[in-house]
């Protein structure tokens, strides 16, 4: 298993294990994400919710979309920050993350 394998899967072992944390942590991420202007930064935060996506698309679609960042909801922050910078991402895996991150949300 490569090393960004695991950390992939020790990502989602967290995930489960945050439990009541992970909301207040992706509302961070979130809002962080809205405001953030280096490409390098905003490809590491749209790729939280990508890798959460992959994993559970209903759940983490249906959090961005009660979750209020500023005046717009969240799904349209993360959204925007991924159409506006996904021309940017860089790194294979990266950029195969985003297009499958893509894929199952217009499913």
């Known amino acids: 298993m490569y090393r960004g394998e695991r950390r992939y899967l020790f990502r989602l072992q967290a995930a489960d294990e945050l439990g009541q944390f992970l909301p207040e ?3 961070a991420v979130a809002g962080r994400l809205a405001i953030a ?3 390098n930064l905003i490809q590491s935060l749209i790729l939280v919710f990508a890798r959460l996506v992959i994993a559970r698309p209903k759940d983490v679609v249906d959090f961005l979309a009660s979750t209020t960042i500023g005046s717009r ?3 349209e922050v993360v959204m925007t920050g991924w159409l506006e910078n ?7 895996s990266e950029i195969r993350q985003k297009y499958v991150f893509f894929f199952v949300l217009i499913k």
Do not use: E, R
Not at 86 to 92: A, H, L
């Open 25 to 27: 942590l992706l509302k």
């Open 73 to 75: 909801n969240g799904l």
């Open 37 to 39: 202007t280096a490409a």
């Open 86 to 92: 996904s021309n940017v991402f860089s790194g294979y």
